[in-house]
């Protein structure tokens, strides 16, 4: 059973940053494909950021390409997504999960294919 923490959530000006932590434990790390979504206030849950389990293949939504970053430290079983600048749309609970399949250079696009949830941390962006 694997369990993710996130962290790093808070409230910051439009053009500020945040990153957000993923901590994973209780597996395999390296079997995990990762990936951020976010979901607004009635709105769909949807995803940010998608990352392999090797870390060399990434995946991005087009509203935050070229301002989010997602990575991963194996040496600390941590995902992160740094995000940079940050819009009022942006704003949303953001849940970190993992996809324990194992299958290589592969970026989970749909909420279905994970199988582990963070509580989530809220991220709020003024304008």
């Known amino acids: 059973q694997v369990q993710l923490a996130e962290s790093g959530g808070g409230l910051v000006q439009a053009g500020g940053s945040l990153r957000l932590s993923c901590a994973a434990s209780g597996g395999t790390f390296s079997r995990l494909s990762m990936g951020w979504f976010r979901q607004a206030p009635g709105k769909e849950r949807d995803l940010v950021a998608a990352?392999?389990?090797?870390?060399?293949?990434?995946y991005y939504t087009d509203s935050v390409k070229g301002r989010f970053t997602i990575s991963r430290e194996s040496a600390k079983n941590t995902v992160y997504l740094q995000m940079n600048p940050l819009k009022p749309e942006d704003t949303a609970v953001y849940y970190c999960?993992?996809?324990?399949?194992?299958?290589?250079?592969?970026?989970?696009?749909?909420?279905?294919?994970?199988?582990?949830w963070g509580q989530g941390t809220q991220v709020t962006v003024s304008s």
């Open positions: 999960a993992a996809d324990n399949s194992a299958r290589f250079g592969l970026t989970p696009k749909t909420s279905d294919e994970y199988d582990y």
């Open positions: 990352i392999s389990r090797g870390g060399g293949i990434t």
